[in-house]
């Protein structure tokens, strides 16, 4: 599976960013997807992640009800939506799959497949 990772940028708090990444590959319709975030100095910290299906999605707590995350399977893409955006919120942003959908999305060693991270900033 290979993952490619699309927007980001620069914001000011409160506001909204939309990220997404196409996949690629056989599986990838079939492969749960998500987000995971480094900010510097900090570890890679899980995101957000939705089922195959679409039917399932799981966010930390820090997004919670400010993020949203969605699949389109006929484009083979997955968005994160942003809204209400905090300083805080400031990493990298790397998209992942992996064929399971559980526990595994706890930590990014449950994960096998990583696409190039994408910067998100928030200005205070």
């Known amino acids: 599976v290979q993952l490619q990772a699309f927007g980001g940028g620069l914001v000011q708090a409160g506001g909204y960013l939309r990220i997404s990444c196409a996949a690629s590959?056989?599986?990838?319709?079939?492969?749960?997807m998500g987000w995971f975030r480094q900010a510097p100095g900090k570890e890679r910290e899980f995101v957000a992640a939705i089922s195959g299906s679409g039917g399932s999605t799981y966010y930390s707590d820090s997004v919670k009800g400010r993020f949203t995350i969605s699949r389109n399977n006929a484009k083979n893409t997955v968005i994160l939506q942003m809204n209400s955006l905090k300083p805080e919120d400031t990493a990298v942003y790397s998209c992942?799959?992996?064929?399971?959908?559980?526990?595994?999305?706890?930590?990014?060693?449950?994960?096998?497949?990583w696409g190039k991270g994408t910067q998100v900033t928030v200005s205070s």
């Open positions: 992942a799959a992996d064929a399971n959908y559980g526990s595994n999305w706890r930590s990014s060693y449950g994960i096998d497949y």
């Open positions: 590959g056989r599986t990838a319709i079939s492969y749960a």
